[in-house]
């Protein structure tokens, strides 16, 4: 006798899209945008399709690894100074040798990115050092190796190939709303929604967040997750790098991806990953990343400086886990 | 049906410790296909340090296993579960945030034969079958850690045998499903039986374990002291074999004529914990909690004292009664605590033993807000030279002290407190004979004090000599109570494994 429960349902596995979580994000985007008309109406004008479609996807994409890790009970403080560094380190590549191939520029800043978080990931995963203190020297660390590798100089955009700076001016289509930048998105959102939900490494990160202890027990390969979350955050970090260069037309140690790992964590925690582990999902992260592009366009309409941004994201990351918090230890208590 | 096959799994000599402490001595054992075997013994007999050595979990120190009558050396679960063999624990090892269906196959997700990604719909049909052969009917979609302790239970045993387990160990599995689903389960297993698998079952309930199992191997201290026996064998015949051990050095309890009631403990219940639970405790008297792992008595000690809620009933203090949310409270009422586990509750291990000493009452030792160093350090000495703690100095941290000096510190940090009521768990576990009959001491003297002590204790011998009254606890209820000379090791086996001596007949 089968369960017809169970058979009935083909969309047996699918994942609930849309969630309370998601549709609380998008409720948040509206809110904000309304509250903001109230006071400057040309809100509407800034928020055109093609800024919202700028400014959020380099962190819509860190924040796909980052939430990886953070399924995980772990973090990654380093990943702002990474995008620096892998984007520098290409971008003196594309000055010194005019007409290096844009592509192969991209593949290596991927390359670049991965390899510091693989090194981030095999200190996590064989000497079992806590991920915040390692990534934490990393952050310094990698920051410190870009001053160092830029000396003095900057990458401007002169220097940049036409190719890399028009990924974010043009697109596939006539009209040029949807850039190259957002087709990026597209294409690494549906990768890490099929790594997520589709395979064995991918089930194998909620599993192992789930119950570290148990997934042991079990016999999950753990050290191989932690080497997969972080050197797969690091690949997108580094080709964050790229998008930055060709998004801002300059790369700068003193500047580029300060705060980045501030605003990713943001957009995990906002999106509905839980800090406490084994949970969340994808489409939650990104409508998170979207929302703290509205924030960012909504502060520049307002006319509040661009100082008062790290003081909300931290008022945000605060807010959500105690309002998560809230809730979970109402759930467990029914 | 006596052995004309070979055992899949052989014991030979094993031997195992823990801090240089034996809990496994001279062990063999053998698991043979299509057989059931039940494996028994009280507390800290060694039944699940044997379990988690076939399973690969703990190394034995000393001694052979043979898989299939080649040597082996498992020294990790993985290499267990790569030759299926699988251990379910009495506390289900769960992932709360997957779906049952994923929870079952969370090892081996089964993939796509052409693009290798995760099968969800072959997960949900084999789920939906495996969980209609257990005869469960769940919604696969929903998290497990929306189940109940049982269900999380089922789920662990359909991922068991969902890969196929030739050998299966079930330790203690049955501590929280009702009698339906242990019929359920013992169908499960006969099944497998039938199939060929080789199944050891850890249990409690004797009458339970004797009913579905072909042999039964009785562990006592460490060692073997009946192997493979019919489990026809007359009840009182296996309870002998379980407690009957020689009584030698054993401390002897000076008799204190118990005075008014300190503690008073009236219907309290906590859901899936216990239920109706009434005792008192007296001046000048030892009470102890007897019973097997899992009977409730730590759950009702956490609620005494305030780390666990409970549900109903009062708990009164010299007749008022009193209102215990926190420890605080309980410190405040002079009521104190000492766990089980000293490591993870008692101490902190990398602290000095004079820090230690200090922590429970810093606020006495406070002048303006600042400690004196001068109290502190006339505290410690004087507890030191009390308890005969040896050390090199009292900077040292305490986690290079031996494990019965670290229990005569906690001990100390209670008394530290003067404390009126002290509940103390299992106040000897891992500690050696010579230091055991000095915290005998202890509580003697502390009796003779006027305090009122309530001890949780699995070692039968310890509890014959302390007490002077025993409650005996079965499933989270009060099964007997025995005083003078009723207290007896088969008397209280008989309570803790859930039957009264009268019923038993054959």
């Given at each position: 006798m ?7 349902n ?8 849309f969630?309370?979580?998601?549709l609380?994000?998008v409720a ?11 006071f ?10 093609r800024n919202m479609?700028?400014w959020?996807?380099?962190?819509a994409?860190?924040a ?19 995008l620096?560094f892998s ?13 290096f191939n ?8 991927m ?14 995963a ?7 203190v390692?990534?934490?020297a ?15 100089s ?5 220097q940049?190939?036409?190719?890399i ?8 289509f ?6 190259y ?9 549906l990768?890490t ?7 064995r490494?991918?089930?194998?990160i909620?599993v192992?967040g ?9 016999g ?15 690949a ?5 790098g790229?998008l ?7 790369v ?22 839980s800090?406490?582990?084994g ?5 939650g992260?990104?409508l ?20 008062w941004?790290d ?12 309002v ?5 230890k109402f759930?467990?208590?029914? | 049906m006596e ?7 052989q ?8 801090n240089?402490?034996y809990?496994?001595?001279d ?13 028994i ?11 988690k050595?076939?399973?690969?979990i ?11 009558g ?11 579960i790569?030759?299926?063999?699988a ?12 779906s ?20 969800w ?29 049982a ?8 991922n068991a ?8 160990l ?11 689903e242990?019929e ?6 006969r ?9 050891v ?11 579905v ?7 006592r ?8 026996i ?5 009840m ?5 074999f ?9 401390f002897?309890k000076?008799?204190h ?17 216990f ?5 008192e ?6 009470v ?5 792992v899992g009977?409730g008595?730590t759950?009702?000690a ?11 009933g ?6 008022k009664?009193?209102?215990i ?9 002079e ?15 990398d ?17 303006l ?25 009292v900077?040292q ?9 670290q229990?005569k510190i ?10 009126k009521?002290m509940?103390?768990?299992e106040?000897t576990r ?7 009959a000095?915290v005998?001491q ?5 009796c ?8 949780i ?19 989270g ?17 008989f309570a803790a ?7 038993i007949?054959?």
């Amino acid at each position: 006798m089968l369960k017809k429960s169970v058979l009935n349902n083909n969309k047996f596995f699918r994942l609930k899209i849309f969630g309370v979580r998601e549709l609380g994000v998008v409720a948040l985007i509206f809110l904000v945008i309304l509250i903001v008309f109230l006071f400057q109406p040309q809100i509407v004008s800034q928020m055109s399709i093609r800024n919202m479609l700028q400014w959020f996807p380099i962190i819509a994409l860190v924040a796909m690894g980052e939430m990886m890790i953070i399924i995980t009970r772990g973090i990654d403080v380093s990943v702002g100074s990474n995008l620096c560094f892998s984007g520098l380190a290409v971008g003196l590549i594309f000055r010194d040798n005019p007409g290096f191939n844009p592509i192969l520029g991209i593949g290596l800043a991927m390359l670049i990115g991965m390899g510091l978080g693989l090194f981030n990931g095999s200190i996590i995963a064989y000497l079992k050092i806590p991920p915040i203190v390692v990534t934490l020297a990393g952050l310094t660390a990698y920051r410190g190796m870009a001053f160092l590798l830029a000396n003095g100089s900057q990458i401007s955009a002169n220097q940049i190939p036409t190719t890399i700076l028009d990924i974010s001016r043009i697109g596939p289509f006539n009209q040029n709303t949807i850039t190259y930048l957002f087709i990026f998105i597209i294409i690494f959102g549906l990768i890490t929604y099929v790594i997520l939900n589709n395979t064995r490494i991918g089930r194998n990160i909620y599993v192992y967040g789930s119950n570290p202890d148990a997934a042991l027990v079990r016999g999950l390969p753990i050290k191989k997750i932690i080497l997969f979350i972080y050197g797969y955050t690091g690949a997108l970090a580094g080709l964050a790098g790229i998008l930055y260069m060709s998004r801002f037309g300059f790369v700068n140690p003193g500047q580029t991806g300060i705060n980045f790992e501030i605003i990713t964590i943001t957009a995990v925690v906002l999106g509905g990953v839980s800090v406490y582990g084994g949970s969340g999902n994808i489409i939650g992260v990104l409508l998170a990343a979207f929302f703290l592009g509205v924030i960012n366009i909504s502060l520049s309409t307002v006319g509040l400086p661009h100082l008062w941004e790290d003081a909300i994201y931290g008022f945000i990351i605060l807010a959500t886990v105690t309002v998560d918090t809230i809730i979970k230890k109402f759930e467990d208590s029914r | 049906m006596e052995n004309t096959k070979n055992p899949i799994i052989q014991l030979n000599k094993i031997w195992m410790a823990f801090n240089g402490v034996y809990v496994l001595k001279d062990i063999d054992f053998e698991i043979y296909p299509g057989e059931i075997h039940a494996l028994i013994g009280e507390n800290g007999a060694g039944k699940s340090t044997l379990a988690k050595i076939i399973g690969g979990i703990h190394q034995p120190k000393k001694g052979e296993i043979f898989l299939d009558g080649k040597p082996v050396k498992f020294t990790n679960p993985q290499q267990a579960i790569k030759n299926k063999i699988a251990v379910i624990n009495q506390e289900p090892q769960v992932f709360p945030d997957l779906s049952i269906a994923e929870s079952v196959f969370v090892n081996r997700l089964p993939g796509n034969r052409i693009t290798g990604l995760v099968d969800w719909k072959k997960i949900s049909q084999e789920a939906s079958e495996l969980f209609s052969s257990l005869n469960q009917e769940f919604d696969l979609r929903k998290k497990v850690g929306k189940l109940s302790i049982a269900d999380r239970q089922m789920v662990d045993i359909a991922n068991a045998l969902s890969q196929g387990a030739r050998v299966l160990l079930m330790d203690e599995v049955t501590a929280s499903l009702t009698s339906n689903e242990v019929e359920s389960l013992f169908k499960i297993i006969r099944d497998l039986k039938a199939k060929g698998s080789g199944i050891v079952f850890i249990g409690h309930r004797l009458e339970e374990v004797c009913s579905v199992a072909d042999k039964v191997t009785i562990l006592r201290d460490g060692e073997l002291v009946a192997n493979r026996i019919p489990p026809d064998t007359k009840m009182d015949k296996i309870i002998y074999f379980m407690v009957g051990r020689e009584v030698k050095n054993l401390f002897i309890k000076t008799k204190h004529k118990p005075g008014k009631v300190l503690l008073q403990v009236n219907d309290l219940c906590s859901k899936d914990r216990f239920q109706h639970i009434s005792f008192e405790v007296r001046e000048k008297e030892i009470v102890c909690l007897a019973g097997l792992v899992g009977s409730g008595r730590t759950e009702i000690a956490e609620s005494i004292y305030g780390i666990q809620p409970f549900d109903s009933g009062t708990i009164e203090l010299e007749g008022k009664k009193i209102n215990i949310r926190t420890p605080q409270d309980a410190i405040k009422h002079e009521v104190y605590y000492l766990p089980e586990d000293r490591q993870a509750h008692g101490l902190l291990m990398d602290w000095s033993i004079l820090n230690n000493l200090s922590l429970s009452i810093i606020g006495l030792l406070a002048k303006l807000g600042f400690i004196s160093a001068k109290r502190e350090n006339a505290l410690a000495d004087e507890y030191i030279s009390k308890m005969k703690i040896t050390y090199r100095t009292v900077s040292q941290p305490v986690r290079f002290l031996s494990g019965g000096n670290q229990q005569k510190i906690v001990i100390s940090k209670c008394l530290s407190t003067k404390p009126k009521v002290m509940i103390l768990d299992e106040p000897t576990r891992g500690i050696d004979v010579s230091i055991k009959a000095e915290v005998h001491q202890m509580m003697n003297d502390l009796c003779e004090s006027g305090v009122g002590i309530l001890m949780i204790s699995s070692d039968l011998p310890e509890v014959v000599a302390m007490s002077d009254r025993v409650i005996v606890m079965h499933e989270g209820s009060i099964t007997g109570e025995f005083q003078g000379t009723d207290i007896t090791p088969e008397n209280i086996m008989f309570a803790a494994v859930g039957q009264y001596k009268e019923k038993i007949t054959c």
